[in-house]
């Protein structure tokens, strides 16, 4: 069985106090979520205010980025072991606004999922077809190759530790949602790709959420779907009370 996973991506929203605010609510009100893993992804200038805010309860942390190096000389960037020790688990690598906004190519992503595994943080590795792959027929083409590319050379343990998030461009932050039916067969056919990557038992036990305008109204639906577990919430996760619905959906 796989535990479903909500992540809430808050992408550059949210000053510290506010990021602090939102997340009093969110532990306010999900107090009793232990079947589902609940992930806050902030943006870096509020991961330690958020980290602090969630000591002591189930809910997670996770960055939005990092770089692939250790350190150096890579102005504006962040190192996986500065995440951790702001007691963050996860990160976001290759969400579709990274990819077309700061040139993020699978190799690229592909070093980033390396580097945060290396340091033992879990990759949330973000893919999905535009509306014209799409139209065009090209969903699984455009989907196994980033799932190849963005994953290659994973050792099986290193697998355990890995999140996909399934998440057609057209649909996020539109409004326009996927249909339950499409969205499972995407997510079908990820987990066939990895049984040919790594083999059966991985294919069953790696989670793969459902990302793209999901909220409370759609979740439940989405979130039931035999291959869908959990989702990567955008918009609806800026609000506590969307946010708070969209994980009980889940359990
Ligand atoms: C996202 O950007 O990961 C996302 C799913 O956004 P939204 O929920 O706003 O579509």
């Known amino acids: 069985?796989?535990?479903?996973?909500?992540?809430?991506?808050?992408?550059?929203?949210?000053?510290?106090?506010?990021?602090?605010?939102?997340?009093?609510?969110?532990?306010?009100?999900?107090?009793?979520?232990?079947?589902?893993?609940?992930?806050?992804?902030?943006?870096?200038?509020?991961?330690?205010?958020v980290s602090e805010t969630i000591t002591g309860t189930q809910l997670d942390l996770g960055a939005q980025n990092m770089h692939w190096e250790a350190s150096g000389a890579y102005t504006g960037e962040v190192a996986a072991g500065m995440l951790r020790e702001l007691f963050c688990h996860y990160v976001i690598l290759g969400h579709s606004e990274r990819r077309a906004y700061?040139?993020?190519?699978?190799?690229?992503?592909n070093k980033k999922v390396k580097a945060a595994l290396a340091a033992n943080l879990r990759p949330i590795v973000c893919v999905g077809e535009q509306l014209e792959d799409r139209d065009a027929g090209r969903t699984e083409a455009v989907v196994e190759q980033q799932v190849r590319g963005s994953l290659a050379g994973c050792s099986a343990r290193e697998w355990a530790d890995?999140?996909?998030?399934y998440e057609?461009?057209?649909?996020?932050?539109?409004?326009?949602?996927?249909?339950?039916?499409?969205?499972?067969?995407?997510?079908?056919?990820i987990?066939?790709?990895?049984?040919?990557?790594?083999?059966?038992?991985?294919?069953?036990?790696?989670?793969?959420?459902y990302g793209g305008s999901m909220k409370p109204a759609n979740a439940k639906e989405l979130i039931g779907q035999p291959d869908i577990d959990g989702g990567l919430i955008g918009g609806a996760a800026l609000d506590a009370r969307s946010f708070v619905e969209i994980v009980q959906a889940a359990l």
Not at 168 to 189: K, L, M, N, S, Y
């Open 191 to 209: 987990r066939s790709v990895v049984r040919e990557m790594v083999d059966d038992s991985i294919a069953q036990s790696v989670r793969i959420q």
């Open 102 to 109: 700061f040139g993020e190519s699978d190799e690229i992503v």
């Open 162 to 165: 890995v999140v996909i998030a």
């Open 1 to 49: 069985m796989r535990k479903p996973i909500v992540a809430g991506n808050w992408k550059m929203n949210k000053t510290v106090a506010e990021a602090v605010a939102l997340v009093t609510d969110i532990k306010r009100d999900l107090a009793e979520c232990s079947g589902v893993d609940v992930v806050l992804c902030p943006p870096f200038t509020a991961l330690s205010a």
């Open 168 to 189: 057609p461009v057209w649909a996020i932050g539109t409004g326009r949602t996927a249909t339950p039916e499409q969205a499972q067969d995407v997510h079908a056919f």
